[in-house]
């Protein structure tokens, strides 16, 4: 139980043009997930928090305007990069809390390495 | 500020031979500690959950434990399976269920 997917696993895409990553929980409803961006050999970096049906609450330094995070469902968070730059290029992971769940540990997907040429 | 600190930065120890990998931290409430696995390319895989000083947790070679002040990884007899960087987090009882993350130990176990 506790699965979390992401889509797509690897993207490579040109200098301006945005990308959506779709992060599910497969087998459990989550209000709450979480985005974050790592660089090679670095821990995980907050970006931002993604609460179903109300607005994203982004940590202090990372643009909202650019990456645009929707909650649309229980099981569904995307991020959307905008006019994707190469600095942009990381690996971004995703995690969901269990709703409702006894404890409060993460679960996370498998991640999504981004390349902008 | 709550703050999350992991030592040693890199360990490489010979199979068999046992360790600690160390997470301290401050925060101004704890609601939990959280240790998980990274294989390189890939999310973190949970691993324990520890909420109050004294507690423990174990599975297979690994054992977690937790103070007021800092949690230890122990790896007792590691295999090189269990090479891998190991992330330790916390969360604070204000707010979101957030976590802080520390910087990781990777480990790597020589055959």
């Known amino acids: 139980g506790a699965v979390v997917s992401q889509h797509p696993s690897w993207v490579i895409c040109k200098s301006g043009t945005s990308v959506k990553i779709e992060c599910r929980s497969l087998?459990?409803?989550?209000?709450?997930m979480f985005w974050y961006r790592q660089f090679p050999k670095q821990s995980l970096m907050l970006m931002a928090t993604?609460?179903?049906?109300?607005?994203?609450?982004?940590e202090q330094g990372v643009e909202k305007d650019k990456f645009l995070i929707n909650h649309a469902s229980l099981t569904l968070s995307t991020l959307t990069v905008t006019s994707a730059h190469p600095e942009d290029s990381s690996f971004y992971i995703c995690?969901?809390?269990?709703?409702?769940?006894?404890?409060?540990?993460?679960?996370f997907g498998p991640g999504t390495r981004l390349t902008v040429l | 500020e709550d703050q999350v600190t992991q030592s040693p930065e890199a360990l490489r120890l010979q199979e068999g031979e046992s360790s600690s990998l160390n997470c301290s931290y401050t925060?101004?409430?704890?609601?939990?500690l959280f240790w998980y696995r990274q294989d390189p390319g890939k999310g973190p895989e949970f691993l324990f959950t520890?909420?109050?000083a004294g507690e423990e947790k174990e599975k297979e070679r690994l054992k977690a434990t937790l103070t007021k002040k800092e949690s230890f990884l122990h790896i007792t007899a590691p295999k090189p399976e269990d090479s891998a960087t190991y992330l330790c987090?916390?969360?604070?009882?204000?707010?979101?269920?957030?976590?802080?993350f520390g910087t990781g130990t990777r480990l790597k176990v020589l055959a």
């Open positions: 995690s969901a809390r269990v709703e409702g769940g006894l404890t409060n540990e993460q679960f």
């Open positions: 087998d459990f409803q989550a209000t709450t």
């Open positions: 993604s609460n179903e049906g109300s607005k994203a609450t982004y």
């Open positions: 925060v101004s409430g704890l609601r939990g």
């Open positions: 520890l909420y109050s």
């Open positions: 987090a916390v969360q604070a009882t204000s707010g979101t269920y957030k976590y802080i």
